[in-house]
């Protein structure tokens, strides 16, 4: 299993233009995230989903968008790349039974990409 | 807003001996979960222990343990016997009910001197 795979790994742009974040899993998880890690801090909550068809935003939502067509994958797309955006950006997913909840199982993530906006 | 904090942005440990990260949260809930994850400079996610709130005993993994105040909030990290591979941030985070979501502290430089 390849777990959690996120592409590009590095990526430079340029402001106004707009990019995806690719992201997929194979473990059949049925929930999956976008976090945004800025230097020397923690990673923050950018969108969820606890199911296919199912998203909701989470900290930091403002200039992303997200879609959740299959259990898959769970792309990240930014339409107009501002400075601020520069980050690094984990994928992660983990499984749950029941709808909603919590639990003690861990969230797997990708390996990141690097994004710099210029 | 639902908060953690790692008080302690760096820290520095003699090969071999011990070392505890700080970690405090602020949380109204009362069923929730706790973990420590690693990250070293390849910038992999790596968890390293979990904890449920609901249970008194602290979690061990090999060398590494927690010390759990569920009524003070705080959730510390004990690395035992430490290596040179255990240089890396370390982060400490909560779940969030709905959807499982992780609130992240800001992280704990931890150097390990041979």
Same mark, same amino acid.
């Given at each position: 299993n390849a777990g959690v795979t996120q592409t590009p790994k590095f990526r430079i742009l340029k402001i106004g233009q707009s990019m995806t974040l690719q992201c997929t899993q194979?473990? %059949?998880? %049925?929930y999956m995230y976008w976090y945004r890690q800025d230097p020397g801090m923690g990673l923050k909550l950018i969108y969820y989903s606890v199911g296919a068809g199912i998203t909701d935003k989470g900290e930091v939502p403002n200039g992303y968008n997200v879609s959740r067509s299959t259990t898959e994958d769970f792309p990240l797309r930014l339409e107009l790349a501002a400075p601020s955006q520069t980050s690094v950006y984990f994928c992660a997913s983990s499984y749950l039974t029941g709808y909603g909840g919590h639990s003690n199982q861990p969230q797997h993530f990708g390996d990141g990409t690097r994004l710099s906006i210029l | 807003a639902q908060t953690v904090t790692q008080s302690q942005p760096e820290m520095s440990v003699q090969e071999a001996e011990t070392v505890t990260l700080s970690c405090t949260y602020d949380t109204s809930e009362s069923d929730y979960y706790l973990f420590w994850y690693k990250q070293p400079p390849s910038r992999q996610m790596i968890l390293v222990i979990r904890q449920e709130a609901y249970k008194q005993q602290n979690a061990t993994e090999n060398r590494f343990s927690v010390n759990f105040q569920k009524a003070a909030k705080s959730f510390s990290l004990k690395i035992s016997d430490s290596q040179l591979g255990d240089a890396a941030m370390y982060f400490c985070a909560y779940t969030e009910e709905y959807g499982n979501k992780l609130v992240f502290g800001a992280g704990t430089i931890l150097r390990v001197k041979s």
């Open positions: 194979d473990m %059949n998880h %049925n | -």
